[in-house]
């Protein structure tokens, strides 16, 4: 076994890496960029050097930087993770010209499964089934339209060199060909450099099934069963779990024997994941090899007690597999949510900020035993950057079968707490609750097929939450809400005994004014929709509170950020701000502002000064995560200043340039 390791990635995967190496007392080395400073994996590790600017490229993705910092701090062998340099061959390369250990597969299987083309060709002479296409190096358009033809629509083009989603089109028929691969090309040539595309048969309503193969260099391959990824956003993971649902022994066999027969036609060692797709009757068909350890990896530990990092240091020091293939055993089921800075009802757009408040439920880090795990790179405090990937956390939870698993995900999803940023909590609810996901009816298309339904407004009461909010400003100010003075005092003694208090609220999602009415005359009320009810309440716990409205008791946490109330009930998260009156006297509005719903980089500038636009119009586009986001104009209006450029860095909330509302045109 090694003595020291240096960790070539950052985040949950660094902390994941370096908690097994903790356990086997192996010294880890953390490398960190500007950004990362302050970082819990920097926390985590024994060690940390720095390797360069904020932007991966100018850090994570500098090889000679990271090959360095492993050489000075003595470090004896790398783990990538995954991203960044994990499947580069060139890192790979560079790390073996240095003497030191790659904690992955051979230069030469990282090759071999670089290219989907090259990949495919060497699939189906070692006799794993392939979706019938087109793999060839041959790239005319017109043998490609031809190829098509053949294969049958719908076909699928994909960009040989590429991943992530990017450089893919459904073409439906022979007649959008052309503008599709010219598309598809221009695409895969901008973000892999190389414009090389496949072609195949589109599988309609298909399933993403991955096996989790193990190779060492002493000719030993198992495979640690199987995992679904259907549900998924972007082509990008949403939930996993293990084992697949609904396959009979002999499909799952033939599945995990597929997967050895891949690992082993590359001469494979260390982890690796090779990914089917899978009709709805069950057939099966390679997709592509990933070369590394998987996000999702944590569902096959917590089903077969193994820590794969573990392996994985293991044979990269040279030793043989720790179990055979019949030595292997499954218990139980497991499910992996992806917690992410982002916005589901704004098409998933990434979100930046501080975690002013992170509350999860009682789990244990990185812990393979436990029934529900959290797997994070961040603690509360800690800033979701523009970056790096939006990711907060994984959410892993382990019952004694799915039914099992699925009502310990539900209940613990509704523990989570996040202040600071947007989340996809309730969208992760929504879908683990849901009548497909929860029966195993999964496929790729299950967001897209079910929109309207998980994207519905919340059916959680919003006059409950509110009510929430009014006890967590009452137990806050004491009973004096306006100040200090006893004749602004809520209770205590008064001349006249009863009193009432207008508590004025504005919705933050949806900016929308509100407003409860607290009376005490003899008994609490509260009025809350032009209705008045008898109120009463708890300060249970630090943010814990429990409120009565009639007969009805109300349990939720309340956090405060200044004169925001964040309301957590349900597992439905709600912001409201109170008015404070006497706080905000003074205060005008800021009209004509138009502010960045992200942290990111301005990359174009689409109006000038003086201008006159139309509502809708496109005025600036940003980029954050390796999204672009474009601001329009709300109404007509005539530009004023613009305060940033391109190539700006924007905070999210920033004034961007002012707009001047002016009559539109008459018809």
């Not at 995967?13 to 500007?34: F, M, Q």
């Not at 910092?69 to 960044?84: C, E, I, M, S």
């Not at 104009?633 to 005539?638: F, N, Q």
Request: proline fraction near 3%; charge should be negative.
């Amino acid at each position: 076994m090694f003595n020291k390791i240096l960790i070539a990635n950052r985040g949950e995967i660094a902390c994941r890496v370096a908690a097994t190496a903790k356990r086997l007392n192996v010294a880890s080395v953390a490398v960190y960029s500007d950004a990362d400073a302050e970082a819990k994996h920097v926390d985590v590790c024994d060690e940390a050097v720095h390797v360069g600017g904020s932007v991966a490229a100018e850090s994570y993705l500098r090889i000679e930087r990271i090959v360095d910092a492993a050489k000075r701090t003595g470090a004896q062998a790398v783990h990538p993770g995954y991203g960044f340099l994990s499947e580069n061959e060139a890192f790979a390369n560079a790390c073996e010209q240095a003497g030191i250990a790659f904690i992955g597969p051979s230069v030469e299987a990282i090759r071999a499964m670089g290219s989907k083309a090259a990949a495919k060709a060497l699939m189906q002479s070692a006799s794993v089934p392939l979706v019938p296409g087109y793999h060839g190096d041959y790239q005319d358009a017109s043998l490609l339209q031809r190829e098509a033809d053949r294969i049958g629509y719908p076909v699928l083009f994909k960009a040989s060199a590429g991943g992530g989603g990017k450089g893919m089109r459904v073409v439906d028929k022979s007649e959008d060909f052309a503008a599709a691969l010219a598309s598809c090309k221009r695409e895969a040539a901008s973000s892999f450099g190389n414009d090389r595309v496949l072609i195949e048969k589109y599988l309609l309503h298909p399933r993403h099934v991955e096996v989790q193969v193990f190779a060492d260099r002493h000719g030993h391959a198992v495979y640690l069963f199987d995992r679904d990824c259907s549900v998924q956003r972007r082509h990008q993971k949403v939930l996993e779990e293990a084992l697949a649902p609904g396959l009979d022994d002999a499909t799952r066999c033939a599945m995990g024997e597929a997967a050895v027969a891949a690992a082993r036609a590359v001469n494979y060692v260390g982890a690796g994941t090779v990914e089917f797709i899978m009709t709805q009757d069950g057939q099966f068909y390679f997709m592509e090899m990933n070369t590394r350890l998987q996000v999702e990896h944590p569902v096959t530990e917590m089903v077969t007690g193994l820590d794969l990092v573990e392996w994985q240091l293991r044979v990269a020091a040279g030793e043989p597999l720790p179990l055979s293939q019949d030595q292997l055993k499954v218990h139980g089921h497991a499910i992996e949510a992806r917690i992410y800075a982002e916005n589901p009802s704004r098409g998933f757009l990434p979100s930046t900020g501080t975690l002013k408040h992170w509350r999860s439920p009682h789990a244990v880090e990185f812990d393979i035993a436990g029934d529900v795990r959290v797997d994070s790179g961040v603690r509360q405090g800690d800033a979701i950057t523009p970056f790096y990937d939006p990711m907060i956390a994984k959410l892993i939870v382990h019952g004694r079968d799915r039914a099992d698993a699925l009502a310990r995900m539900a209940h613990a999803l509704a523990k989570c707490e996040i202040v600071g940023l947007h989340t996809n909590i309730e969208f992760l609810q929504r879908i683990v609750r849901s009548e497909p996901f929860s029966t195993g009816e999964l496929d790729t298309e299950l967001i897209e097929r079910h929109h309207d339904a998980l994207f519905a407004p919340s059916t959680v009461s919003r006059k409950k939450a509110l009510a929430l909010a009014c006890a967590a400003l009452l137990t806050r100010e004491g009973g004096e809400v306006h100040g200090h003075s006893p004749w602004d005092a809520l209770s205590h003694w008064r001349m006249a005994g009863g009193y009432s208090q207008d508590l004025n609220w504005r919705a933050v999602d949806g900016d929308q004014a509100l407003k409860a009415v607290f009376t005490k005359n003899g008994n609490k009320q509260l009025q809350l929709d032009g209705e008045s009810v008898r109120f009463d309440w708890l300060h249970t716990g630090e943010t814990a509170f429990t409120a009565q409205l009639d007969d009805a008791l109300i349990k939720g946490h309340v956090f405060t950020d200044g004169d925001v109330f964040h309301v957590f009930l349900e597992g439905a998260a709600f912001a409201f701000e109170w008015q404070n009156l006497m706080a905000h006297a003074g205060d005008t509005e800021h009209e004509g502002r138009l502010t960045a719903p992200m942290s990111g980089k301005v990359i174009a500038v689409l109006v000038e000064a003086g201008a006159t636009v139309e509502k809708g119009a496109p005025l600036m586009v940003m980029e954050a995560m390796k999204m672009e986001h474009t601001i329009v104009a709300p109404t007509v209006g005539k530009i004023g200043e613009i305060l940033f450029g391109v190539g700006d860095q924007v905070a999210d909330g920033a004034q961007l340039l002012m707009l001047e509302a002016v009559a539109a045109a008459s018809a």
